[in-house]
């Protein structure tokens, strides 16, 4: 299965394509978008669009993986990653790929075994399920890939479940 995560944020939206069959994943491509902060709202908003919406079409993800938002302080701030979200999505809708949306929580739990890991301790661990030979080159895109192994790991499980459901099921018969 082709998964591409997103980190979504308005001057940095990381994004990470994996391919993933049972345990195992692998890198597909990575990278950032960055917008410039002097540039009006509605052409950062457009650049992230556009290059989204590019690799997708380069890279055909059959699903989409994005974080969601979490408890913000600074408003400011978590009104620019809504709005940055808003466009990942909206990149996605064009193409009919389905989503999945996932917590920071559920990402570090996923990834990491913990819902207190650090930046840090996300790149290594992310740098070690995929096999890179180095640290992913900003924390965005290394998160945009902990979001795609998150949904590959959720995505596993849901697929071991069936499986031991559907043999209970014949077993009964």
Request: a positive charge; aromatic letters at 4%.
């Amino acid at each position: 299965m082709r998964i591409m995560g997103i980190d979504p944020g308005l001057a940095n939206t990381g994004y990470g394509i994996i391919d993933s069959v049972g345990q195992k994943s692998r890198l597909v491509t990575a990278g950032d978008v960055v917008t410039r902060a002097e540039d009006p709202l509605p052409k950062r908003l457009q650049t992230i669009h556009d290059r989204l919406a590019a690799v997708i079409r380069e890279w055909s993800p059959e699903v989409v993986a994005v974080e969601t938002l979490f408890f913000c302080t600074n408003v400011r701030t978590a009104i620019a990653v809504a709005q940055a979200r808003g466009v990942a999505l909206l990149a996605t809708a064009g193409s009919g790929i389905p989503v999945a949306e996932y917590s920071p929580l559920e990402i570090k739990l996923a990834i990491a075994g913990s819902g207190k890991a650090t930046k840090e301790q996300m790149q290594k661990m992310v740098r070690a399920i995929l096999a890179l030979a180095e640290l992913p080159k900003t924390s965005h895109t290394a998160d945009a890939l902990a979001v795609a192994l998150c949904h590959a790991h959720s995505q596993h499980f849901r697929n071991l479940v069936t499986k031991s459901l559907g043999r209970k099921v014949s077993k009964q018969r």
